[in-house]
């Protein structure tokens, strides 16, 4: 199984972006999809994610202005990031864990680059 990340970009502060996801492989389920950010000099931190039946999950600090969303027909994860801070600038993984073909499990994208200027 493999992720492709897309929507990433250079945005002024208080803008918006879509950052989508998209496994592909032969997968019979998908459990969890989520979204990582690492900063420069920081750790990577959980950001969003949100499991088979919708229940989400938020890093207090993206509370109100990230929104997770998944079309499970596609396999698709999407992050819509509102209301951007200088903050939020990072490199945003998605994650995923499931079972295809070859058993369980969990992969990681290849990082989208969001940049937030003033």
């Known amino acids: 199984v493999q992720l492709q990340a897309s929507g990433g970009g250079l945005v002024q502060a208080g803008g918006s972006l879509r950052l989508s996801c998209a496994a592909s492989g032969i997968i019979f389920s998908m459990n969890n999809m989520g979204w990582y950010r690492q900063a420069p000099g920081k750790q990577r931190e959980l950001v969003a994610n949100i499991a088979s039946g919708g229940r989400t999950n938020f890093v207090d600090s993206v509370k109100g202005r990230f929104t997770i969303s998944r079309d499970n027909a596609k396999n698709t994860v999407y992050l819509e990031v509102n209301s951007l801070k200088l903050e939020d600038t990072a490199v945003y993984y998605c994650?995923?864990?499931?079972?295809?073909?070859?058993?369980?499990?969990?992969?990681w994208g290849q990082g989208t680059q969001v940049t937030v200027s003033s």
């Open positions: 994650n995923a864990e499931g079972i295809s073909s070859g058993g369980l499990f969990n992969v």
